[in-house]
C-alpha cells in the first residue's frame, strides 16, 4: 500500500467513485473488500489509522458466539459459524484453531454445557473446527495446570478461532488496496454533499497529515464508522436521532503463567450474567470483557477501576494464583457500537450483535452493530444495497472465499506467522542491514526491520501505528512499549524525513497515550 498513489487517486476531480466508504475498522474494510470483489471501483476513508478504535481492541476470537446460541440468536450463530470456518480457511496466518476449556464444578453443568456445545458443534456442519468432548479432573489440570481444583469436577473442551485483529484489518485493506482499491488513512470526511435534490452526490475530505482538501465524487456513501456514526448521520441530517449507544469492553493482559498451557479458559457465567475469557494471544494471556454503558464515543476509551476489579476478582475465583493489579501488562478499552435501545431496555449484553443496513432519505447508507467474525458478510449484505441506492447493478459477491495479503499454508514460526507469505522480505531486509537487526525491546523478539517494512508496505506513519496496530506491544506491554518508543521514533524520522522536532512530538504524545494502557498499583 501506498499513501501518496493513493493520494494522487483522490486528486482526480474527474473520477466518480461506485462506493465512498468512511471509516476503516472491520465494517468498513469489509465493505471495501465485498464492492472489489465485484468490480466496483471504491475509495476508503479513515479519520486516525486502520482499526485504530475497537477494531483493535477485541477479545481476539473469531466466534460463533456461544454467548448468543444461550440467548437465543440462532441465526446470527449460523452465520458467524459459517463465517468463522470460511476466515480461518482464507487467513490461516492470522488466525488459528485454539481449544477452550470450561471447568466444570457440578455434574448439573456438565449435562447443561454439554448440550449446548454439541448443538454449537452440529450448527458448523463442515466447517467445524473440532468437537467438544468432556475430560475429567486429571485431564483438566494437565491443560490448565493453573486452574483452581477445589470441587472441580473435569471440563468441558470446544473449539472457537483465534486471530489477531489489528493485522486482520491491514491484511483486509492490503488484498481490496492491492485489488484496485483506493484506501487511506489519516483522511477525515469533514463534509457531504448532495444534488439539489437533497441525495448524496460525495463528500469532502482532509488529509490530516498536511491539511490539504479534497472533493469526491461517489455513487453510494457507505457510513461505516461504528460508535461514530451518529457523527456522520448528524452531518447527514441535523438533529437526527441518536442510533448508537456504545457498551464499553475492557481487557486486561497477564502472563501466560495465570493460566499455564495453550488452552483458552472460559467462564460461561459470572456474576453480571456475562462470560468471560482468558486466551493465550502472542505468548501473553489477554483475560476479559465486560459491559458498561458509555455515554459518548472516544478514540482512546479509558478503562474504570470497576471494570478492572471485576476482572480480577472473577479470574481470582478460577485461578490458583489470583492475578493482582501489579501483574496486569496491559490493559485496553474498546466501545461496541450497540442500537439505542428503547426506553426501560438497558441491558447490553440482551442486546443482539446482529448488523443492520439503514438508508436515509439522503441516500446515505449506514451500516451499524456486528461483530469481526461476521464482518465479510456485514460487506456483503451493505454492498447488495448499491442498485437501489446507485440505480445501477452489481454482480454477485465474490468475498466468500477470497484468500488474505500475506496467505499461505507454510506459517512462519513464532511472532513472524502475522505476515504470513511476507515474513521472509523483512527477514532478508534485517540481514542486509545490521541496525535493521536489532530488537525493538530486548524482551520481544521484533526487530527494527519491521518498521521499515511497515513505513514502506503497511502505511504506518506515526510512532503509535507501529508499536500498538503494526506490531502489538502496546497491547502486551505498556511499559516495554514506553521504552521502545524512542528507538522507534528516531528510525521512522530517518526514513520518513522528518526532523527532531517530530522525534519530540511523537515520543509525547505516545507516551501520553501509553499511560492509558497502565494501572496505578
Keep these: 500500500m501506498n499513501r501518496e498513489e493513493n493520494i494522487k487517486q483522490i486528486s482526480d476531480k474527474s473520477k466518480i467513485w461506485d462506493i465512498a466508504v468512511i471509516g476503516g475498522g472491520s465494517s468498513g474494510l469489509g465493505v471495501a473488500l465485498d464492492a472489489i470483489s465485484r468490480g466496483l471501483t471504491v475509495v476508503l476513508l479513515e479519520k486516525a489509522d486502520f482499526a485504530k478504535g475497537t477494531s483493535s481492541r477485541s477479545t481476539k476470537l473469531v466466534h460463533g458466539g456461544v454467548r448468543y446460541l444461550a440467548q437465543g440468536d440462532v441465526g446470527l450463530v449460523l452465520e458467524a459459524l459459517k463465517e468463522r470456518g470460511k476466515l ?27 448440550a449446548g456445545l454439541k448443538l454449537y458443534d452440529w450448527m458448523a456442519g463442515s466447517l467445524s473446527l473440532g468437537s467438544s468432548t468432556f475430560i475429567n479432573k486429571e485431564e483438566t489440570l494437565r491443560r490448565l495446570p493453573s486452574v483452581k481444583s477445589a470441587g472441580l469436577k ?17 491484511a483486509i485493506a492490503k488484498t481490496a488496496d492491492d485489488a484496485g482499491a483506493c484506501i487511506l488513512n489519516y483522511a477525515s ?11 448524496l452526490i460525495g463528500l469532502r475530505v482532509r488529509d490530516e497529515l498536511n491539511g490539504e482538501k479534497y472533493s469526491l465524487r461517489a455513487k453510494m456513501i457507505v457510513n461505516a464508522t461504528g460508535v461514530f456514526a451518529d457523527k456522520i ?22 502472563d501466560r503463567k495465570f493460566l499455564g ?78 442500537a439505542r435501545p428503547k426506553e426501560g431496555g438497558t441491558k447490553t449484553k440482551e442486546i443482539s450483535r446482529s448488523h443492520k443496513v439503514i438508508i436515509s432519505d439522503s441516500k ?22 448499491y442498485p437501489e441506492v446507485s440505480g445501477e447493478l452489481v454482480t454477485p459477491s465474490q468475498s466468500l472465499d477470497m484468500k488474505l495479503y500475506g496467505y499461505t499454508m507454510e506459517i512462519p514460526e513464532g511472532h513472524w506467522s502475522v505476515y504470513g507469505s511476507e515474513a521472509k522480505a523483512i527477514q532478508d531486509l534485517s540481514k542486509k542491514n545490521p541496525e535493521l537487526a536489532e530488537k525493538i525491546n530486548p524482551n520481544y523478539p521484533y526487530l527494527m526491520a519491521e518498521v521499515v517494512w511497515a ?15 503494526r506490531i502489538r506491544l502496546l497491547f502486551l506491554d ?16 530517518k526514513e520518513l524525513k522528518k526532523d527532531q522536532e517530530w522525534i519530540t512530538a511523537e515520543v509525547e504524545d505516545f507516551k501520553k497515550l501509553a499511560e492509558k494502557y497502565l494501572i496505578k498499583v
Excluded at 94 to 106: A, G
Design 455 to 469: 513505513i514502506q508496505n503497511e502505511m504506518a506513519v506515526r510512532v503509535e501505528d507501529i508499536l500498538a496496530r
Design 154 to 170: 473435569g471440563g468441558i473442551v470446544y473449539h472457537d478461532g483465534q486471530f489477531d485483529d489489528a493485522r486482520l484489518a491491514l
Design 189 to 199: 470526511v469533514k463534509d457531504l454533499t448532495k444534488d439539489e435534490h437533497g441525495k
Design 364 to 385: 446515505l447508507v449506514t451500516l451499524t452493530g456486528g461483530k469481526w467474525t461476521t464482518f465479510r458478510k456485514m460487506g456483503e449484505d451493505t454492498v447488495d444495497h
Design 88 to 114: 480461518l480457511k482464507n487467513a490461516p496466518h492470522l488466525t488459528e484453531n485454539q481449544p477452550f476449556i470450561i471447568p466444570v464444578y457440578s455434574w448439573m453443568e456438565r449435562v447443561t454445557y454439554s
Design 261 to 338: 498451557g495453550n488452552d483458552a479458559l472460559m467462564i460461561p457465567k459470572t456474576r453480571d450474567g456475562r462470560v468471560l475469557f482468558a486466551v493465550p494471544w502472542h505468548d501473553k494471556l489477554v483475560v476479559g470483557t465486560t459491559d458498561t454503558l458509555r455515554e459518548k464515543p472516544k478514540l482512546e476509551p479509558t478503562p474504570l477501576q470497576k471494570e478492572i476489579d471485576f476482572i480480577l476478582e472473577t479470574a481470582a475465583s478460577y485461578m490458583k494464583e489470583a492475578p493482582t493489579r501489579k501483574d496486569v501488562l496491559s490493559v485496553f478499552a474498546g466501545l461496541r457500537p450497540l
Design 478 to 493: 505498556a511499559h516495554a512499549a514506553i521504552d521502545s518508543c524512542q528507538k522507534v521514533a528516531e528510525l521512522m524520522a
Design 233 to 254: 448521520l448528524q452531518m447527514d441530517q441535523p438533529g437526527s436521532e441518536k442510533m448508537i449507544q456504545p457498551s464499553q469492553g475492557i481487557h486486561l493482559v497477564m
